[in-house]
């Protein structure tokens, strides 16, 4: 069975700094993998995906995610984060029937 | 862009009582729509995959008899929730997916229903 961890449960940082935020996997196979980003009192949107190709997936709103096979990570980056990036986010994998499984999510906090 | 629409947004029932959440697709055909639950400060678990028109399949150590699902049509399907009790509160969440293949990236979320039994 496929699984999704996401190691840090809480990130806090302020207006202008980089944010990562890691994601790792285990599954044998073949995956998608996405990145979801809940903001507060609203729905799940899709930051970006990484189906095949180009391991740097570029994303919305400046994200960028990297797909690193050797280590099963698929780690979500933002050079410059803003106020409006406060959301919870999430790492997902997609292994077979169009399925996702989830990381435990990440809650980022950016301080003006 | 596709909307999904859950309706409605709180509930609060008594224990024993049943619970019917609607999941619409608003401006797109769902072939397949997909039912979370997700506890507080967790993430979203799949309870199970419903297509159109037919039986929906539930994850493993999901009660398919506590947890109705009905996929009537292309844009609306129902989670009904039986003798609903305290452990069933939840955030319930749905997604819709304009097809049944591998492009996740078609599969809308919907804001989500809050249920609380007392």
């Known amino acids: 069975a496929q699984s999704v961890s996401q190691h840090n449960h809480h990130v806090i940082l302020s207006e202008a700094a980089s944010l990562e935020l890691g994601c790792n996997y285990s599954y044998g196979g073949t995956v998608n993998l996405f990145w979801y980003v809940q903001y507060p009192g609203q729905h799940l949107q899709l930051l970006l995906k990484?189906?095949?190709?180009?391991?740097l997936v570029k994303g919305i709103k400046g994200f960028e995610a990297e797909f690193i096979k050797s280590k099963f990570s698929f780690n979500l980056r933002k050079p410059s984060v803003q106020w409006s990036d406060t959301a919870e986010y999430f790492c997902a994998l997609e292994a077979a029937g169009n399925k996702l499984t989830f990381g435990g999510g990440t809650r980022v906090l950016v301080k003006p | 862009g596709a909307v999904v629409s859950q309706h409605p947004s709180r509930v609060i029932c008594k224990s024993g009582t049943s619970v019917k959440i609607e999941c619409r697709s608003l401006?797109?055909?769902?072939?397949?729509m997909f039912w979370y639950r997700q506890f507080p400060k967790q993430s979203l678990m799949l309870m199970a995959t419903s297509n159109e028109g037919s039986k929906a399949t539930y994850e493993q150590g999901v009660e398919k008899d506590k947890f109705l699902i009905n996929h009537a049509s292309l844009t609306l399907s129902t989670l009904t929730v039986t003798s609903a009790h305290p452990e069933d509160s939840s955030f319930y969440i749905c997604?819709?997916?304009?097809?049944?293949?591998?492009?996740?990236?078609?599969?809308?979320f919907g804001p989500g229903t809050r249920l609380t039994v007392l």
């Open positions: 401006d797109f055909q769902a072939t397949t």
């Open positions: 997604s819709a997916s304009t097809s049944g293949t591998r492009s996740t990236d078609t599969q809308y």
């Open positions: 990484y189906f095949s190709g180009d391991p």
